[in-house]
C-alpha cells in the first residue's frame, strides 16, 4: 500500500472513530433516554459537573438562563464523581436546575469527549457535529456568541444599500 494511501485510509478511521464517540447515548434521572440524534435541528450542550466544583456552581446558573431563554439549545446535565443520587438531585433542585441531569462517571464523560477538568461543556451544533468544547465555567453570552457565529447569514443585499462586502462572517 503507497504512503498516502494508508495515511488517507488512518485519517478516515480517525474521523469515523472521533464522530461514533460523540454519538451520545444518555438516560437521565427521570429514566429518559437522550441521543443526540434525536436533537437535529437544535443545539446540544452536554455539561459535565461535579457538586464539589466551584467554577460549576457559578455556571450552572447561566446555564439555567439559557435553557429557559432559548428553545433552539438542549442543555444536558452530567453530575460526575457522585455518591449519592438523593444529594445529587437536591443539590440540582437547590440550583433551579430546569434541564435533564445525568448521574453519570467519568468513562461515559470522556466516550463524548476529552475532558481536562471540570466543568467541561461539549457543544454540538443543529447538525449533531462537535463545535466546541470548553474546560471552565462558561457563561451564557459565550454559549450565545458560538451559536450566532455558526447560523447561516444572508449575504448582504444591494437593493438595501448594503451591496459591495459579500464577504461572510
Not at 17 to 23: H, S
Not at 42 to 63: F, G
Amino acid at each position: 500500500m503507497r504512503p498516502g494511501v494508508f495515511l488517507a485510509a488512518c485519517a478516515l478511521v480517525l474521523c469515523l472513530c472521533a464522530g461514533a464517540a460523540q454519538a451520545f447515548v444518555l438516560e437521565d434521572s427521570q429514566g429518559r433516554i437522550h441521543r443526540l440524534a434525536d436533537y437535529k435541528g437544535r443545539w446540544v450542550l452536554v455539561n459535565v459537573w461535579a457538586t464539589w466544583c466551584a467554577p460549576c456552581l457559578e455556571e450552572i446558573p447561566e446555564l439555567v438562563a439559557l435553557a429557559e431563554a432559548r428553545s433552539d439549545i438542549q442543555v444536558i446535565g452530567m453530575a460526575i464523581d457522585w455518591q449519592d443520587r438523593a444529594q445529587v438531585l437536591q443539590f440540582a433542585e437547590g440550583m433551579f436546575v430546569n434541564y435533564p441531569i445525568v448521574l453519570g462517571r467519568r468513562e461515559q464523560a470522556q466516550a463524548i469527549g476529552e475532558m481536562r477538568g471540570l466543568p467541561t461543556s461539549f457543544i454540538f451544533d443543529t447538525e449533531g457535529k462537535p463545535a466546541a468544547r470548553h474546560t471552565g465555567a462558561l457563561t451564557r453570552q459565550q454559549v450565545e456568541r458560538l451559536m450566532d457565529r455558526r447560523q447561516p447569514h444572508p449575504l448582504p443585499s444591494p437593493q438595501n444599500g448594503e451591496g459591495g462586502n459579500t464577504r461572510r462572517r
